[in-house]
């Protein structure tokens, strides 16, 4: 089974903070994903990587960064904490070769912001 | 702009009833499309997905079926159970690497 982990289940940081975010996946995914997930607005992209040090922004990228130094893990910081990014975030990865488009998601990670 | 849309953020449904989850979408590029159940607190999950050749597909309890020449999808679900109650978010996809998704719809199955 594909296994996708998050850091924390839930956080809380304060406004100006650098935050990170951690995912792991154990099946050798080229590709990677970070999603905020909020009411009413579904799941939007924030970044995603197609392989080791490689970045592309998603649909809503500011206010945040990421990091891929190894396949298996991607990382997204939140340079500046604000209370608008109080949010649930979703990571997941994918297989492109299999071509099934699948994408495999972790837990989440629910931010608040104070 | 949104290309996935899911008109009915919540539905009721009795239990042993059918379930019937619609998605419209705008980009005639797309050429799969995936569902996804959610449950509070955990990630998604895959639940069925359709290739844009195809017109229905089906698993168990689960039916999608696509219109293409309308940009409508929908997902059966039969019999519907209390833990089918979760959100059900349909995704389409124009290449293997990026899922555009729609905006959730809540189902709740009641005895």
């Known amino acids: 089974d594909v296994k996708v982990t998050q850091s924390s289940r839930y956080l809380v940081k304060r406004t100006g903070e650098k935050v990170f975010l951690e995912c792991v996946q154990d099946?050798?995914?080229?590709?990677m994903f970070w999603y905020r997930q909020d009411p009413g607005l579904g799941l939007r992209l924030i970044y995603f990587?197609?392989?080791?040090?490689?970045?592309e922004k998603g649909d809503i990228p500011e206010g945040y960064s990421v990091s891929r130094e190894k396949k298996e893990r991607f990382s997204l910081i939140l340079e500046s904490a604000s209370t608008n990014q109080t949010s649930m975030y979703l990571c997941?990865?994918?297989?492109?070769?299999?071509?099934?488009?699948?994408?495999?998601f972790g837990p989440g990670t629910r931010l608040t912001v104070t | 702009d949104q290309q996935v849309k899911q008109n009915s953020p919540s539905l009721s449904v009795q239990e042993g009833r059918i379930s019937i989850l619609n998605c419209d979408y705008t980009?005639?590029?797309?050429?799969?499309f995936l569902w996804y159940k959610k449950y509070p607190a955990e990630g998604p999950t895959f639940l069925i997905s359709?290739?844009?050749?195809?017109d229905k597909n089906e698993d168990g309890r689960f039916t999608v079926f696509l219109n293409k020449s309308a940009k409508h999808l929908s997902l059966h679900i039969v019999p519907s159970q209390p833990g089918d109650s979760a959100v059900y978010f349909c995704?389409?996809?124009?290449?293997?690497?990026?899922?555009?998704f729609g905006t959730g719809t809540r189902l709740q199955v009641f005895p």
């Open positions: 980009n005639s590029m797309f050429d799969y």
């Open positions: 099946m050798d995914h080229e590709n």
């Open positions: 359709i290739s844009s050749i195809k």
């Open positions: 995704a389409a996809s124009a290449t293997a690497d990026k899922l555009i």
């Open positions: 990587s197609y392989d080791v040090k490689m970045k």
């Open positions: 997941a990865s994918s297989f492109p070769e299999r071509r099934t488009y699948e994408q495999y």
